[in-house]
């Protein structure tokens, strides 16, 4: 398959964080690049790979600007440091205004978008349609599913019109059936710009592989605190990126292994 | 039937009614059995109640007592909400922690200062019960305002929120049903003070005027006539300000039942 990758979107440089005297996260460093395909709108979906607790949640804060680093930087857009508002953000519980109805936590998002100024309204249905969403509209969060929260919450930071779009272990909690669309969802979204990028933090090891073009890795290295990125595979290289029944393939399999024996 | 002995046993309504009836009817029984000459027994308070409730004497004073109080708690609540607000600013936080503290102060040792400071009995009353009940509110406000998720703030910057559109989407807008709740949670304070206050300054009448004038005359039927009253309205307050809650906020509806 064609492609090249091109200019950095994203660059995370040196970044570690302490607890006190507890090491979380060392020497982190990695580079999200635009991936251009010929003919294609073709975005990014980078995922992080971890075990629970190894600080995956933290990392994906300082990535969305939420928490600083003790040290180091998290740049965007040529060397812009990241600031909270740079990124949408999908919170591991699909956090949403609880009281808010559904219709009015995306106007007062898309009210934030100056690209979809008098057209907030045709942008929410669109995106509603989109996600199965339109008839609950109304409704207010505690009466949705966690899917259907899920979903919400999505919609909600996509409205917002960044070109990043952070998620922290969005497959967990959700049925095979549900798994599959945000899947697709994932996957349309990440068609939808050029420029849009996915970042999955997930200890989901078999969907963030399906879904990603590159696929890092955190875990502890021998004898030294704090997690740091092991392994980075670029599943494009290994042609298994951007394609449908992945999951059966020898190489993807195999994939997988290599990642278990990481973690 | 047999689950109303269960921890956390589910009971239907019917059972729930009959239940609540039979706990009346034995309260009433006990009471009858138990009062002696000294303390009317239910049936003389039954009968003197059944007169109140038809006299002007007790409608005109439940109403100047019901006026007060509203008006008290409406002028609080404003006061409340505003250094509550405020209190994520650093300079109106103290301030309200100040308020907070005021809880321990009597209301006894006041009454001279503000007798100065008002011109009328009516207005002395007023200020005393509002002095008295914002500290309450404030107290309560302030705990609903710290215990805000971390991420309700962060959702906001998420999306782009200057803090002072922060402030009004999580702590204005957001809590807007905790300031009924806490209304209704603290009105039975309000309640309470509505009684002493009347107490300072007899002229106007009010609830608290006529149940220390019955108390002056020994007369404990009429003054447990009237503790009844006083307890019906509290419920009927109760009931009413949850009732508006739900009217005004509906997504309060999916929240838990508070005591
Ligand atoms: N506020 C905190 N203070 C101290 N340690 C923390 C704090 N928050 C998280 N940690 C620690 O950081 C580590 C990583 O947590 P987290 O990023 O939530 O893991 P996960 O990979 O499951 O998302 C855990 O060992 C946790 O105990
Ligand atoms: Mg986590």
Known sequence: MEYTKTDVLLKVKDVNLFYGTKQILRD???????????????????????????????????????GKPSSGTVTISKDKPVKAGDMGV?????????????????????KKNPALKGKEKEAIY???????????LKRYPKELSGGQRQRASIIQQMLNGTDFLLLDEPFSGLDILVLDRVVELLLDVSLSDELKTLIIVSHDIGTSVAISDTVYVLGHEEGKPGATIKKEIDLCARDLAWKKNIRTEKAFIDTLQEIKAEL | ?????????????TTLAIMI?????????????????????????????????????????????????????????????????????????????????????TLTGFIFIFTLLTQNGGQLKLSLLIFGIVPFFVTSFLAVIISTERQQYELCKTLGYTNWETLYEVVIVGKADQVFEIVRQNFAISWLMITLVEGYSMGEGGIGTLLIKYNKYNDLTNVISIQIVIFLLGLLFDYLLGTLKVWFLPYSKFESQPL
């Open chain 1, 28 to 66: 982190i460093n990695f580079e999200i690049k635009d991936i251009v395909r010929p003919g294609m709108k073709q975005g990014q979906v980078v995922s992080l790979i971890g075990r629970s607790g190894i600080g995956k949640t933290q990392l994906f804060r300082i990535l969305a600007g939420l």
């Open chain 1, 90 to 110: 999908v919170f591991q519980n699909y956090y949403l205004f609880e009281w808010r109805t559904v219709y009015t936590s995306l106007e007062l998002a898309a």
């Open chain 1, 126 to 136: 669109k995106y509603a349609e989109d996600f199965n969403l339109t008839e609950h």
């Open chain 2, 1 to 13: 039937m047999k689950h109303i002995f269960r921890p956390f046993g589910r009971v239907d309504r």
């Open chain 2, 21 to 105: 009836v039979g706990q009346i009817i034995l309260a009433l029984l006990f009471w009858h059995l138990t009062s002696n000459g000294l303390i009317p027994k239910p049936l003389q308070v039954g009968k003197a109640l059944g007169a109140l409730l038809f006299s002007r004497l007790l409608w005109d004073n439940i109403i100047i007592s019901v006026l007060l109080t509203v008006k008290a708690m409406a002028i609080a609540v404003i006061i409340t909400l505003f250094f509550s607000y405020l209190s994520v600013l650093p300079f109106f936080h103290t301030i309200a922690r100040f308020l907070v503290k005021c809880r321990y102060l």
